[in-house]
RNA sequence: CGGGGCGUAGCGCAGCCCGGUAGCGCAUCUGCUUUGGGAGCAGAGGGUCGCAGGUUCGAAUCCUGCCGCCCCGACCA
């Protein structure tokens, strides 16, 4: 996994020894939350005897700011672990769930607990980029906390005791009172009070992309509520409450700028008001037939303006501005439904719809930094504890999510963004002298361009190919078969609507690495 | 946590009521034929029937206890 030379040229064929600079690429790649990779540095030392490193996990950070996702990866289906099934197992009733047993993306362990297998794993890695080039863009700082926290910490705050039993407990062989974190809040602030004594420090936004356990009476839905998830969550600090209110605006617009990068239309829609009161809440709905709630909203959400990649967040008055926007007409799921605000709304304006909740920002002002002391020095002199927010998004319930608003009879849609493969690559007639080299030469002359691609290389009838293509939802297939080949054409298919069309493999080359 | 249901081959299921040492489809392996929307034929491998007790000459099947999983509800990212 380091420098082994010889061991990469066994991998030819993946595509990672076909650029020289992909090398420091894959180095360096950022791995959500962490890696499950045992270091020769650590192995050892091998007297780490840390509760949290029991499976001599190392953990890598991820440098810098936002990493292009450049790292090119092509597969041959052949070579790649990709355990498809026809009928999924009888315990998956959404559809989300079915499609990605079906399609081998992930495997239930237990109750509510799961493995992301390779293709699954693409796509939450995918998803992680993306919420952190946004959360970095906005000025958050990405760093990382363990998933294991002490009870003593938990008891400063007041909620070891009032969390209940979604809280799992567990004890190490001290029999020290320790838990698997449901979120962070109580760690942020020890960090944050330990180091951060001014006001001139602040604002701050620190965030981490890490796995939460929530030990729920009922997990179900597959990832949708699942009692392990992949959480990010940011916590921004400020003097006081117009500075927190900054810091809820840029990261209101950071949502809306990482959804729509994640190819989904979400509404913000207003969540139950914290300690402080006001309305410093919202949850961020995605749209979807088979959504777990009913919403309700004014039309006009569907249209409005998200800001671009070149947006200010340090103009106050202009992230308000947008803030306000979005904020400005009906909006709420069932459980803050207002029938009779709902009814002001023009009949013809009235959305009501099904949505999934992928995202969840507050702020709940001093309610932490009180209690465990979290003061900074003022400019005036004396000091106060510092104002709070705490901003959510569940990357392995996207996973979930964007299947159940993007897919169809066949399988999956994949919005490119997000999507495993960009390409599917069909030899329709594996064995024959003529696909197999028109086949091949594709498949060198994307991978050369950059393009993922998944080259589907088995031994199978069309007819299977077609069905696993559509299934895993690659948003292009590139079928190469006699047939065409006849005249000097592949077909490209797009996943999304169908449509078809035949076209010389260099015409094909261009469309896909544009 | 209340209510319901299910654990038999990798997946989907039958067999259980009426006890006699396990079967079907898909998948996997071999061979031949096929080859543009999940092919056909022939053959093969794979299961301590969730676990533990009990009843019986004999238990997948009957009884008891436990474990796991799913669905509805309450709850939540």
């Known amino acids: 996994m380091r420098q082994g030379t010889g061991r990469r040229r066994q991998h030819g064929d993946n595509g990672h020894d076909e650029k020289g600079e992909g090398r420091k690429a894959i180095h360096d790649r950022t791995i ?9 540095a650590r192995a050892e030392n091998g007297r780490l005897r840390s509760a949290a490193l029991v499976f001599s996990l190392t953990i890598r950070f991820h440098k810098g700011p936002a990493v292009p996702d450049s790292e090119t990866i092509a597969m041959r289906l052949t070579r790649y672990f990709l355990p498809i099934l026809k009928e999924p197992p009888r315990e998956a009733e959404i559809v989300s769930h079915r499609l990605m047993l079906r399609a081998g993306m992930m495997r239930q ?9 390779p293709l699954g794993f693409r796509v939450l890695q995918k998803i992680c980029q993306i919420v952190r ?3 970095n863009r906005s000025g958050a700082i990405e760093l990382l906390m363990p ?3 002490s009870a003593e910490l938990w008891r400063e705050s007041g909620r070891y005791e009032a969390y209940g039993k979604e809280m799992l407990r567990i004890q190490d062989r001290h029999e020290r009172e320790m838990l698997y974190g449901p979120t962070n809040e109580e760690m942020i602030t020890e960090i944050f009070r330990a180091y951060v004594r001014s006001y001139k420090d602040l604002p701050l936004n620190l965030y981490h992309i890490q796995w939460k356990f929530r030990d729920e009476v009922r997990p179900r839905f597959g990832l949708m509520r699942g009692r392990e998830f992949l959480m990010k969550d940011a916590y921004s600090f400020d003097l006081d409450q117009a500075g927190a209110q900054h810091s809820y605006n840029k990261m209101f617009v950071a949502y809306l700028r990482t959804f729509q990068r994640l190819g989904l239309k979400s509404i913000p829609m207003r969540a139950e008001s914290g300690p402080i009161g006001g309305n410093l809440s919202h949850e961020f709905i995605i749209l979807a037939q088979t959504g777990e709630s009913e919403v309700f909203c004014h039309k006009d959400y569907l249209d409005f303006a998200v800001p671009g990649a070149n947006v200010n967040f340090d103009d106050v008055a202009g992230l308000q501005a947008t803030v306000d926007q979005w904020t400005s007409q009906y909006a709420a799921t069932s459980d803050m439904h207002d029938a009779a605000a709902f009814a002001k709304v023009p009949a013809d304006k009235q959305v009501s719809a099904r949505g999934i909740e992928v995202g969840h920002i507050f702020y709940f002002g001093t309610k932490y930094s009180a209690p465990m002391k979290a003061v900074v020095a003022t400019g005036a002199g004396g000091e106060v504890p510092v104002h709070m927010g705490s901003y959510g998004i569940g990357p392995s319930r996207l996973v979930a999510a964007i299947i159940e608003a993007s897919h169809d009879d066949a399988g999956i849609v994949w919005p490119e963004a997000v999507a495993p493969f960009k390409v599917a690559l069909l030899n329709l007639k594996q064995g024959d002298a ?3 080299g028109a086949c091949a030469q594709l498949y060198k002359d994307l ?3 950059g393009v993922d691609v998944l080259y589907d290389d088995r031994d199978e009838r069309a007819g299977g190919k077609f069905a696993t293509a559509d299934l895993i939802g690659l948003p292009w297939q590139v079928m190469i078969g006699p047939r065409g080949l006849a005249e000097g054409k592949v077909e490209v298919k797009k996943r999304a609507d169908g449509s078809r069309e ?3 493999p260099a015409a094909a080359l261009d469309l896909l690495s544009k």
Not at 32 to 40: E, T
Not at 109 to 117: C, R, V
């Open 502 to 504: 035949m076209m010389s």
């Open 133 to 135: 080039e946004e959360q």
């Open 447 to 449: 991978t050369a361009k």
């Open 147 to 149: 998933t294991i926290q």
């Open 109 to 117: 362990e237990a109750a509510g607990i799961y493995a992301f297998l």
């Open 434 to 436: 003529g696909t197999d």
């Open 32 to 40: 959500p939350g962490w890696s499950y990779i045992c270091s020769p």
